[in-house]
Nanobody
């Protein structure tokens, strides 16, 4: 089992930055890759960024150039640095961890960007 706890969400103005954190615990040594997803009101959950256990990362086009994903492997923590935030980035952001058997999800953290 893997437990994920997100933090760092909040309300900001357009153009500002936020850093989300996701603390993983449990059987973290079996995790193959981790990711951030988001879900805006009335929309489907979408992938934002992912990173595998080798440190290779991928950023989705919708946030490329503004968001960065990173991890502190020693402390089992995943980060999402968000810059130049836009109102359309408003969503609940979810941390996701995957082993070969299943996906695990955090409870989500709300990010609200006002214009």
């Amino acid at each position: 089992q893997v437990q994920l706890v997100e933090s760092g969400g909040g309300r900001v103005q357009a153009g500002e930055s936020l850093r989300l954190s996701c603390a993983a615990s449990g059987t973290t040594d079996k995790i193959i890759y981790m990711a951030w997803h988001r879900q805006a009101p009335g929309k489907q959950r979408e992938l934002v960024a992912s990173i595998n256990k080798s440190g290779m990362s991928r950023i989705e086009d919708s946030v490329k150039g503004r968001f960065a994903i990173s991890r502190d492997a020693a402390n089992h923590t995943l980060y999402l640095q968000m810059s130049s935030l836009k109102p359309e980035d408003t969503a609940v952001y979810y941390c996701n961890a995957n082993n070969e058997y299943r996906a695990y999800w955090g409870q989500g953290t709300q990010v609200t960007v006002s214009s």
